[in-house]
């Protein structure tokens, strides 16, 4: 038995773990987080410049030909002008541990104000408290 997705594309790290998925405030929010999936390679020093990981979209974006990037969905945002150098500068740390944040935990991600109001508009709250028991109060 032969079934209709075998031998396509959808192998790989991807698709060996859990889907991951958060709600994300604005058009900035969501290049904040595209920015962080395509510096993937270069943050784990695979290459020197993003853009040279071959199996990245960022890679079949600028080099990929037709059938390639048939593979990449459409970008929900624009790209910016100079989006490979944007992609290519450091984030900050507080930058990397919201996004890692909002990766691991599935918690909102935005301005503070506006991840309270969703995680509560979509039963998230467990997302912004930290891990683990609730600290007990001390005796008196």
């Not at 390679?41 to 059938?67: I, K, M």
Request: net charge positive; with cysteine.
């Amino acid at each position: 038995m032969t079934a209709a997705w075998y031998h396509t594309s959808g192998t790989g790290h991807l698709y060996q773990g859990r889907f991951k998925a958060f709600a994300v405030e604005t058009d900035d929010s969501v290049r904040t987080v595209c920015r962080y999936v395509e510096r993937n390679p270069l943050r784990a020093n695979l290459v020197e410049r993003a853009e040279q990981w071959r199996w990245s979209s960022l890679w079949r974006f600028l080099h990929g030909d037709a059938q390639p990037r048939a593979f990449l969905s459409a970008s929900p945002l624009s790209r910016p002008a100079h989006w490979v150098d944007y992609v290519n500068q450091p984030q900050t740390e507080a930058e990397l541990e919201a996004l890692r944040r909002a990766v691991q935990r599935g918690c909102p991600f935005g301005s503070p104000s506006w991840q309270k109001r969703t995680a509560t508009r979509l039963a998230l709250g467990h997302t912004l408290r930290p891990i683990g028991r609730p600290k007990k109060a001390p005796l008196k």
